[in-house]
């Protein structure tokens, strides 16, 4: 089992960042591809961004790509969103989760997930 813990959301102003974390416990993350998906009010749960196991390729969503960086840190145990020029079409609550498929885009292939963490961007 992998326990999965997000952090660092909050109420950021439009065009502000925030860097959020996931941080595992009870497995090593390097056996995983790790992704972070978001959910608005009202809505599905949607693909913003993956990570290979070995951190080497990140793959994006378009309506976040070039604003949105993905990263991790095996050896914490822990991977990362940092999110710049955010928009208030952003908010969501934010998940990471974690899967043995790397290239994944849906919440189908992704094993374990973290109890999500709350962006809002006020205009």
């Known amino acids: 089992q992998v326990q999965l813990v997000e952090s660092g959301g909050g109420l950021v102003q439009a065009g502000g960042s925030l860097r959020l974390s996931c941080a595992a416990s009870?497995?090593?993350?390097?056996?995983?591809?790790m992704g972070w998906f978001r959910q608005a009010p009202g809505k599905e749960r949607e693909f913003v961004g993956g990570?290979?196991?070995?951190?080497?390729?990140?793959y994006y969503a378009d309506s976040v790509k070039g604003r949105f960086t993905i990263s991790r840190d095996n050896a914490k145990n822990s991977v990362y969103l940092q999110m710049n020029s955010l928009k208030p079409e952003d908010t969501a609550v934010y998940y990471c989760?974690?899967?043995?498929?790397?290239?994944?885009?849906?919440?189908?292939?992704?094993?374990?997930w973290g109890q999500g963490t709350q962006v809002t961007v006020s205009s």
């Open positions: 990570i290979t196991w070995s951190g080497v390729t990140t």
């Open positions: 009870g497995r090593t993350l390097s056996r995983y591809a």
């Open positions: 989760g974690a899967g043995l498929t790397n290239f994944a885009t849906r919440r189908n292939d992704y094993d374990y």
